[in-house]
């Protein structure tokens, strides 16, 4: 299945040390070879590139490891296809707007018996299962509260139910997020660390890499990394509980 990749912190920063690793796994360390795409918001734009070539030899990939776009919320995708043609239309992530911003999806797993139902509102471009659910989530939403956007406390019992009938239909691991509020479902595998002071060195599973972040941050700094497995090997990442959804709000995970 695909790899995900998540940033949320309170000060915004750059992934090009966590990408250097996650790029690593579309075609050197790992067989996600079917294309990739990362998602940077910045105030209400957000930046996208999306590629379908493998993330390890893609020319924009390498673009994305040397720029360091600084965000507070950044999703990242590398895909192995369970349904849908290899193309750019079936890249994640996949964005959309409501309330008048962008909202951003990218998923991990397969949802083999779900089918989009009739939706006013939100059609999928590409032929995947996963932004038939995006399409469905947002339709949800927007129809649940029409004229504004509702406060996280609001919208996070709507997203829980939205996310449990999806669940049902197979494997739904997801990130989500609008610029403000960033969500993580854990539907079988997906992991996460919170990096803030007193900073430390890390070191990449997929490349000989190492940072310390010491030296590049400054003592308030908080930086929340979500990732489908651990991207450093002398660090300790927390395991999401199957079916559980976080938000995550200044680097910190909320148990909503």
């Not at 471009?125 to 509260?145: H, P």
Request: hydrophobic share 40%; proline share 7%.
């Amino acid at each position: 299945m695909c790899q995900l990749l998540g940033m949320n912190c309170n000060v915004p920063t750059d992934i090009c040390f966590s990408f250097e690793g996650f790029a690593a796994r579309g075609g050197k360390t790992d067989d996600h070879k079917d294309g990739w795409g990362i998602a940077f918001f910045e105030d209400k734009g957000c930046r996208m590139f999306v590629d379908d070539k493998p993330s390890i030899n893609s020319p924009t990939a390498e673009l994305v490891k040397c720029y360091p776009i600084h965000s507070t919320h950044v999703i990242a995708h590398i895909r192995k296809a369970t349904q849908g043609e290899i193309s750019l239309a079936n890249c994640h992530p996949f964005r959309r707007e409501i309330w008048g911003r962008y909202w951003v999806f990218a998923h991990n797993g397969d949802l083999p018996n779900f089918k989009l139902p009739p939706t006013q509102f939100y059609r999928p471009v590409g032929n995947t299962d996963s932004e038939q659910a995006f399409c469905l989530i947002l339709e949800t939403l927007r129809l649940r509260f029409p004229h504004k956007k509702p406060s996280l406390e609001e919208i996070y019992p709507t997203l829980r139910e939205i996310t449990d009938i999806i669940y049902e239909e197979g494997v739904f691991n997801y990130l989500l997020s609008d610029g403000e509020y960033f969500f993580a479902h854990c539907s079988t595998k997906l992991c996460y660390i919170v990096r803030q002071a007193p900073f430390a060195a890390a070191h990449l599973i997929d490349q000989d890499v190492s940072v310390d972040f010491n030296e590049l941050t400054t003592p308030s700094d908080r930086v929340a990394v979500i990732a489908t497995t651990p991207l450093t090997d002398n660090e300790v990442w927390t395991i999401i509980p199957e079916g559980k959804l976080l938000a995550f709000q200044d680097g910190l995970p909320l148990d909503l």
